[in-house]
């Protein structure tokens, strides 16, 4: 079956380290994969976008990994502080019907001052 | 000024009721979604409309009915409301073709079914 997975624990980091977080696939052929972020009580916010012929996308303190390989995306925030906690969501568009996103259950990361 | 603004924010209400979401969004966009995520924060996709014309239709009770009177408007109307409809309803909206397909989301509707 299709499916999308995100680290199911929380993830919990010190102040000034390095957050990253992972995102699988099985069973799609991605045309890209999008990053938000959801604080509690709020919509979810988009971060970046990486295409699936692009290896790496920066912005700021947010890097973004995609391995078609490994049917992987691998999103990082370096530098991180505690307003970067949050709940992060990986989506993926199916390539062929990329108006309707497949979304992963979520990370909480909490960053500890 | 809100991008996307959803209404109401709170919806408390009994089983068997009839209930309305409202959403507008003043960015221009030509698609709008909904989507609902329930207690397990499973975000899914039921309907989008491109244009007033309706685009994506997921498996959804025909006691959803969304309805889009302009490309601003996007609402929901659920009949006959069951205690598994209780989740959290975003409404999103994109411009289709933009470079990044990023969606904008409002800030949802908690709707608890009594």
């Known amino acids: 079956s299709q499916k999308i997975e995100q680290n199911s624990e929380a993830l919990n980091i010190q102040e000034g380290k390095t957050a990253t977080l992972t995102c699988n696939y099985t069973n799609y052929s991605p045309a890209y994969l999008q990053w938000y972020r959801q604080d509690p009580g709020r919509g979810p916010v988009f971060l970046l976008l990486i295409r699936e012929n692009e290896k790496e996308k920066r912005k700021e303190r947010l890097k973004v990994t995609f391995d078609t390989t490994l049917k992987q995306s691998l999103f990082h925030i370096t530098a991180s502080q505690p307003a970067d906690s949050a709940t992060y969501l990986c989506?993926?568009?199916?390539?062929?019907?990329?108006?309707?996103?497949?979304w992963g259950l979520g990370t909480s990361l909490a960053v500890n001052p | 000024d809100t991008a996307v603004s959803q209404t109401p924010k709170y919806l408390v209400t009994q089983m068997g009721n009839d209930k309305s979401i409202k959403c507008e969004q003043n960015l221009g966009h030509d698609t709008m979604y909904w989507y609902k995520q329930d207690s397990k924060k499973f975000l899914k996709i039921m309907f989008s409309?491109?244009?007033?014309?309706?685009?994506i239709n997921e498996t959804v009770p025909n006691r959803f009915s969304p309805k889009s009177p302009d490309k601003a408007h996007l609402n929901l109307h659920i009949n006959s409301l069951e205690l598994g409809d209780s989740a959290v309803y975003f409404c999103?909206?994109?411009?289709?073709?933009?470079?990044?397909?990023?969606?904008?989301f409002g800030e949802g509707s908690r709707l608890t079914v009594l």
């Open positions: 999103a909206s994109s411009q289709w073709g933009a470079n990044t397909g990023e969606l904008f």
């Open positions: 409309y491109n244009n007033k014309e309706l685009i």
């Open positions: 989506a993926l568009a199916p390539a062929g019907n990329n108006r309707k996103l497949i």
